[in-house]
């Protein structure tokens, strides 16, 4: 569903004129757990554990500005960036699995990971 805003600051921002916003965003958020899974052999089934943690990717594409494409770039290269998670209401630190951009179009997207311990 287009149409999200999406928040983004760097590590070190403390007000909220640190806050980059990218209005009319597509996000898409992918969560899992990690598993141990032993292998029975001679027995039935296997084994899975639970570790209690989970990884959660955010993919977020759109349009931005290139002033704004240089402000993030920025948070790329000097750390970890937050974001707002819109859909819990809440802020997370994440980092940059990747970060693509096309001039031609202004388009965008970004993978970004929270890890959870």
């Known amino acids: ?25 597509d996000m898409k ?6 598993l141990t899974r032993t292998i029975i052999r001679g027995e039935e089934g296997d084994d899975l554990h639970d570790e ?10 759109g349009e931005l500005s290139i002033d704004d494409y240089k402000r ?24 940059f699995a990747s970060m693509e951009y096309e001039s031609s179009n202004k388009m965008f997207t970004f993978e970004l990971l929270e890890d959870i311990v």
């Open 29 to 34: 958020v992918r969560l899992t757990r990690r």
């Open 72 to 95: 993030i770039l920025t948070m790329f290269r000097s750390g970890q960036p937050f974001i707002h998670d819109p859909f819990e209401e809440r802020d997370v630190k994440v980092i």
């Open 1 to 25: 569903m287009a149409g999200m805003d999406f928040f983004i600051r760097p590590a070190s921002g403390t007000t909220s004129a640190d806050w980059v916003r990218i209005p009319n965003c």
């Open 52 to 61: 209690g943690s989970e990884s959660t990717a955010y993919t977020v594409t």
